[in-house]
Structures are given as structure tokens and as C-alpha cells.
Nanobody, 116 residues
Framework: QVQVEESGGGLVQAGGSLRLSCAAS????????MGWYRQAPGQQRELVAI??????TYADSVKDRFTISRDNARNTVALQMNSLKPEDTAVYYC???????????WGQGTQVTVSS
């Protein structure tokens, strides 16, 4: 059993910032990747940012605005979101993949709303 939980969403005006956190019930050392996805109303879920062993990857739409980071001691991953735009409005989900397996786990999501 693996638990994944997001927090930190909310309402912010365009140009503002939010910091999302994801806590997992397993060690980061047994994770293959850990990342953030988002899903806007009427849209498919899309990759936002991901941490892998070789570095971080970002969607083109959030490059230079969002930063993903991890805290190994706390088994958490954060997403710092700056210069937010209304088009960033979505439910943001944390995803964890386990090293050496095909298993992946999702959090319940946290709502981010950016007003114009």
C-alpha cells in the first residue's frame, strides 16, 4: 500500500505564486520518478514536471515559471509555481513510479485556480 497526498492548491490572481507539496508513504530512494500532472476542465491530463535520476523535465508551457524539487528526508516533492496564468487553472496530481516495477500511484489532486 502506497499513499500519495497533494496539498497547497488554492486561488491566486494572475502573476501570483503557489507552492504545491506531495507527500508519499514510501522512500524516495525506491522511486523511479516522481512528478506533477494537471487536468483542466474538458481537457486531457498532461505532464507538468517530473523528477528523474538524470534531472528535471518541464512542459514547454511552464518552463522558466515552475520549479520541481524534492526533500529526500521527508519523502516529499514540491512544485513552486510563479507568474501564474489563468491557463494554469487545473487540478494538479502527484504521480509516483516505483523503481524496478510497472507500478505507479496517484494522489487525489489539489485544485489550482488562477483568476484574471
Amino acid at each position: 500500500q502506497v499513499q500519495v497526498e497533494e496539498s497547497g492548491g488554492g486561488l491566486v490572481q494572475a502573476g501570483g505564486s503557489l507552492r504545491l507539496s506531495c507527500a508519499a508513504s514510501i522512500s524516495i530512494f525506491v522511486m523511479d520518478t516522481m512528478g506533477w500532472y494537471r487536468q483542466a476542465p474538458g481537457q486531457q491530463r498532461e505532464l507538468v514536471a517530473i523528477i528523474g535520476r538524470g534531472g528535471n523535465t518541464y512542459a514547454d508551457s511552464v518552463k522558466d515559471r515552475f520549479t520541481i524539487s524534492r526533500d529526500n528526508a521527508r519523502n516529499t516533492v514540491a512544485l513552486q509555481m510563479n507568474s501564474l496564468k489563468p491557463e494554469d487553472t487545473a487540478v494538479y496530481y502527484c504521480n509516483v513510479r516505483i523503481r524496478g516495477t510497472l507500478r505507479e500511484y496517484w494522489g487525489q489532486g489539489t485544485q489550482v485556480t488562477v483568476s484574471s
